[in-house]
Nanobody, 123 residues
Framework: QLQLVESGGGLVQPGGSLRLSCAAS????????IGWFRQAPGKEREGVLC????????NYADSVKGRFTISRDNAKSTVYLHMNSLKPEDTAIYYC????????????????WGQGTQVTVSS
């Protein structure tokens, strides 16, 4: 059974850093594109970054350019979201999602989702 589990969220001060993990099981991560999304209270889910099966990354949010990066370790079946210079507006639940072919901006294109991890940026 395909499963995604996010971890690494928490409370961090503005300007701080976090690394989120998306651990995959039940399928071969190598062949999947993995997207990171976030959803703040009262807002729609938005795309942040996606990494293709070949390791290329796509940035979906101008607000995170230069601050967030994405990487994958296929040997560990894990994709990471590296978040630096965090701002209060980055506060949200962060989700990872898997697609067997492509990175998609539209979250409805993804069939597989994790349960999310809360990131709170506050002093």
């Amino acid at each position: 059974q395909l499963q995604l589990v996010e971890s690494g969220g928490g409370l961090v001060q503005p300007g701080g850093s976090l690394r989120l993990s998306c651990a995959a099981s039940g399928f071969t991560l190598n062949y999947y594109a993995i997207g990171w999304f976030r959803q703040a209270p009262g807002k729609e889910r938005e795309g942040v970054l996606c990494i293709t099966s070949g390791g290329g990354s796509i940035n979906y949010a101008d607000s995170v350019k230069g601050r967030f990066t994405i990487s994958r370790d296929n040997a560990k079946s894990t994709v990471y979201l590296h978040m630096n210079s965090l701002k209060p507006e980055d506060t949200a639940i962060y989700y990872c999602a898997a697609d067997p072919s492509l990175c998609w901006y539209n979250p409805y294109e993804y069939d597989y989702w994790g349960q999310g991890t809360q990131v709170t940026v506050s002093s």
